[in-house]
């Protein structure tokens, strides 16, 4: 079987298959298009929940910490 070792004494030792290793060629970080996507989506995400708060509650977040 792959990954496991029978000792001289007949017991069996099981080690982890460890994962292939990669070397990724571009940098992971910066402002990548995978970044630069997940930024927007989130700023989107962000901006429909404070017009859904605002419509729910009549007050915008700055009038919501105010005290209305």
């Given at each position: 079987m792959k990954g496991m070792v029978t000792e001289e004494q007949g017991r069996l030792n099981?080690?982890?298959i460890e994962p292939k290793m990669y070397v990724a060629e571009e940098s992971e970080f910066g402002f990548t298009p995978e970044?630069?996507?997940l930024n927007g989506?989130?700023?989107m995400i962000g901006f429909v929940s404070l017009l859904a708060l605002e419509v729910l509650t009549g007050h915008g977040l700055?009038?919501?910490f105010?005290?209305?």
């Open positions: 099981n080690y982890a970044a630069e996507k989506r989130l700023a700055v009038g919501l105010s005290g209305f």
